[in-house]
Nanobody, 123 residues
Framework: QVQLVESGGGLVQAGGSLRLSCAAS????????MGWFRQTPGKEREFVAF????????SYADSVKGRFTISRDNAKNTVYLQMNSLKPEDTAVYYC????????????????WGQGTQVTVSS
């Protein structure tokens, strides 16, 4: 039974920060690339960031580059998304995913998904 559980979402003012966490169970966490995606109503789930098995390779969407940082702690089976300088446009449900490929910017590249955590940025 594979489970990914996101947490850390909430309401924050523009310019503020949030740190999202995704705790994984039921899989060999250290062998999976982990990613963060986000989705708003009526839109496709869009890529935010991913991080490779050992954290040596990361990638970010242009819209969040320089503001968000993805990291992982394999000993804790957890991936994080530090979000700084938040904008109202960042408002979305944020999902974490796990996949076996090393480069994963598409939703179809992921094998497992969490249920999401809501992030709301007020102006």
């Amino acid at each position: 039974q594979v489970q990914l559980v996101e947490s850390g979402g909430g309401l924050v003012q523009a310019g503020g920060s949030l740190r999202l966490s995704c705790a994984a169970s039921g899989l060999s966490f250290s062998t999976y690339t982990m990613g963060w995606f986000r989705q708003t109503p009526g839109k496709e789930r869009e890529f935010v960031a991913f991080i490779s098995w050992r954290g040596g390779s990361t990638s970010y969407a242009d819209s969040v580059k320089g503001r968000f940082t993805i990291s992982r702690d394999n000993a804790k089976n957890t991936v994080y998304l530090q979000m700084n300088s938040l904008k109202p446009e960042d408002t979305a449900v944020y999902y974490c995913g796990a996949g076996t490929r090393s480069l994963q910017i598409r939703t179809q590249d992921y094998d497992y998904w969490g249920q999401g955590t809501q992030v709301t940025v007020s102006s």
